[in-house]
């Protein structure tokens, strides 16, 4: 993903046309803004979409909303030590 800053610039841009759309499951944003599953990851890692990530895999069908650049649902080390 690091070698691929322009990722980052493309996602960042398309995440902007989720304003206003209601996402339930990632699926929802994936469609909204033409992104595939392979791009579901850039976009939890760059604060568009929060996910519970102890949930199991990442899938499109995974509980999502749109994180507005938090990074706080990637504290999972903090969330075992409840």
Known sequence: MQH???LHAQIIESAKSL???KVEVARDALEAIGASTNDLPLLI???VLEVDLL???IREGMR???A???LDHLRV???FAR
């Open 55 to 57: 949930d199991g895999r």
């Open 77 to 79: 080390i903090e969330r």
């Open 45 to 47: 890692a760059v604060g």
């Open 64 to 66: 999502a909303s749109l």
């Open 19 to 21: 304003d206003g759309v």
């Open 68 to 70: 507005y650049g938090s």
């Open 4 to 6: 691929r800053r322009d």
